[in-house]
């Protein structure tokens, strides 16, 4: 994926990839994001969770894993945003809380 910011720059994003994302309790917590594309860390991203930032993000395996502690919520199906300023990603359905 590519932006041109001014006539002759041209800037190259990889576009991230989300596989799974682990359930947390609808208390809220650590959940862990799986993927690929994430890049070494998250410098300059923000991982939204059904529309709440996730706080203490963190990749922990490069490229392929973000660990962060999502809000209470409930409910199944919630997107996941990954975004930096001109570069939402967002994969949707792939977020669920547990079960009360």
Known sequence: L?????????????VP???TATKPSTQG???TITGQGFGPDLQGY???IDGRACDSATVTKSNSEITC????GSGANKSVIYSK???????SKLFSYLAP
């Not at 932006?3 to 800037?11: E, G, K």
């Not at 502690?69 to 209470?72: E, G, H, P, Q, S």
């Not at 300023?85 to 994969?91: A, C, D, G, K, R």
């Open 2 to 14: 590519y932006y041109q910011y001014f006539p002759s720059v041209f800037v190259h994003l990889d």
């Open 17 to 19: 990839i989300f596989n």
């Open 29 to 31: 917590g650590w959940i």
């Open 46 to 48: 923000t991982i939204f």
């Open 69 to 72: 502690i999502v809000a209470a």
């Open 85 to 91: 300023e001109v570069s939402p990603f967002t994969f």
